[in-house]
């Protein structure tokens, strides 16, 4: 078993909808939890940023974790045909922390 | 500023040539890393450098793969004896030293997409 665990998708949604992305993880070490968006060839681009339990609020993006089910999500609030990408989310440990751990990201499709 | 570059961005070659895949990190950042994506799977790391040492080479897979940073900026990745499995997009990342020696918000160059035929 992985040690994160992550819907590949495809998930596909008309536009404005709001979405929900997911990742569990095994390892209760982890500490950073980060959700970078890649397009189709290009490089991972770093989207959210969050340090141990709770939320966090960037304009349509909101991410949430839950350390007690090992559970992190990413919620896109009125989606674009822009958000369409892949999605990675990718964590670490604090002893570690340059290491990051990932997920083998869900592809998102917006559909005008 | 520019961002993370690599050089080049497409690298076809034959099964046992040698490869050298270039990585220019973002001015300032002393951190710098090597990671490999497969298709459909997220990046798999390799080597991480503080400034010119290799501060952690445990995801080179065998000693083919060897990465240098002599200067402490620009970085070669290099494969020797290349082989069919070798084949993915090889990402560059950098990062800047955040407070309490954190170094996980990385920021990822376009890749060099490696293909051995």
């Known amino acids: 078993q992985k040690e994160v665990e992550q819907d590949p998708g495809p998930l596909s949604v008309p536009e404005g909808a709001i979405v929900s992305l997911n990742c569990t993880y095994s390892?209760?070490?982890?500490?950073?939890f980060m959700w970078y968006r890649q397009y189709s060839r290009k490089g991972p681009e770093l989207l959210m940023y969050?340090?141990s339990s709770g939320n966090k609020e960037d304009g349509r993006f909101t991410a949430q974790v839950d350390k007690s089910s090992k559970y992190i999500s990413l919620f896109i609030r009125d989606s674009q045909p822009s958000d369409s990408a892949t999605y990675l989310c990718?964590?670490?440990?604090?002893?570690?922390?340059?290491?990051?751990?990932w997920g083998a990201g869900t592809k998102l499709i917006i559909k005008p | 500023g520019a961002g993370v570059s690599q050089t080049p961005s497409n690298k076809v070659t034959e099964k046992g040539k040698y490869v050298e895949l270039r990585c220019d990190p973002i001015?300032?950042?002393?951190?710098l890393y090597w990671y490999r994506q497969s298709l459909g799977q997220g990046p798999e790391f390799l080597i991480y450098f503080q400034g010119t040492g290799a501060a952690d080479d445990s995801g080179l897979p065998n000693d083919r793969f060897f990465a240098v940073r002599p200067e402490g900026s620009v970085s070669t990745l290099k494969i020797q004896r290349t082989e069919r499995g070798d084949s993915a997009v090889y990402l560059c990342a950098s990062s800047p030293l955040l407070a309490g020696g954190r170094r996980n918000e990385q920021f990822f160059g376009p890749g060099t997409r490696l293909t051995v035929l």
């Open positions: 969050t340090y």
């Open positions: 001015s300032g950042h002393t951190a």
């Open positions: 990718a964590m670490s440990a604090e002893d570690s922390n340059y290491q990051l751990i």
């Open positions: 390892n209760s070490a982890f500490q950073y």
